[in-house]
């Protein structure tokens, strides 16, 4: 056995020679004894040092022992190494091959998560048909419920964050396009961003970040309690239950908040109009009516709909998946959120893209 003994005061010091003396060991060398008999005093930075010491050694398989401390200083290393019990010294270096193995692992997961994801919008599918043949399964008062806290309570943030958008892009629109004497066509840019994507995104973000996550939290929480292991256990069909009403009061609210997102958003357009570019609301409006078709409007609050049942089902999906405690509702809400939202993204695109091959040129 190697005793290493400090004596008098435990400074930095001599708390570096005793780390030092630990650092050197190997898993072959020994069991290792720091002998404090002989030790008067200590300061608490030094013995932190050797404390940190003692755990990367015996991280290392050491064997190290204290010896001879008195019941102060016994007491203070306890109660030090009880926060560095779980310490294992520097980690080693990850190889390409182990980061190439840590990828494939997380793309895995990622597809089996869009597997279960499927097989849930299915059943949810399955219960919706259920309903249609039986509308008496349907929960009218918590789908108008979820119909209120998805779509009446977003209506002031939804309103106010695309109106703000449609001034920011009515001024840098009109900034760029005065330069050129063409300050005519900044309504037909703010329409354009706003109809086409603006609104629709980001009404289907807000609802993503409000209701989804709000959606996943619930049943998240009904998992870790069992609520709905005795549901069913007491013979009803979950999915009818729980998931249906929040999907279709999704479906009914989210094209009526795309609407209200269009209009605030060309509300701030023409703010910026009046008030920047000297442009008369009239002028401003006959613009719109040239540029606009009732198809650009009615794309928007259709393409909302997918918005609704990706959000709605990614939502419950994560939360019925909870396994745990209350941590893994956190987790669940996050991963629902960012689901979502980036499923709506890759949506967004393959509708935009057959959006712009089916939609009539208009000639202005």
Known sequence: MTVHRIEGLLDEE?????????????????????????????????LALLVQGIAGAEGRGVPVEIAGASADLA?????????????????????????IVDIGGKVETMLGTMRGLASFAA??????????????????????YYMEQSGVEAVPIIATLCWLLGVVLGFQAGYQLKS??????MPDLVAYSMIWEIGPLLAAVMVAGRSGSAFAAELGTMKVRQETDALTVMGMDVWSYLVTPKMLALMVVMPFLVLLADFFGLLGGLLIGGWYLDMPAHVYISRLNLVVIPMDVWWGM????????????????????????????????????????????????IISLIFVFIRPTVTV
């Open 302 to 349: 259709l393409k909302s709909l997918v918005y609704a049942v990706i959000i709605s089902n990614v939502g419950c999906y994560m939360g019925m998946r909870v396994r745990g405690g209350a941590a893994e509702v956190g987790r669940a809400t996050t991963s629902a959120v960012v689901t979502s939202i980036f499923l709506v993204i890759v949506a967004d695109a």
């Open 180 to 185: 050129f004497a063409a300050e005519t066509f």
């Open 123 to 144: 059943a949810t599918f399955r219960a919706t048909l259920k309903i249609r043949t039986n509308p008496r399964m349907l929960r009218w008062k918590q789908t108008l």
């Open 75 to 99: 007491d203070r290393i306890a109660a030090m190494r009880s926060f560095t019990s779980s310490y294992t010294g520097r980690r080693p270096r990850r190889g390409l091959r182990q980061g």
């Open 14 to 46: 001599a708390a570096a020679a005793a780390a030092a003396a630990l650092g050197s060991l190997q898993p072959d060398s020994g069991p290792f004894l720091v002998d404090l008999s002989p030790c008067t005093g200590y300061e608490s930075v030094a």
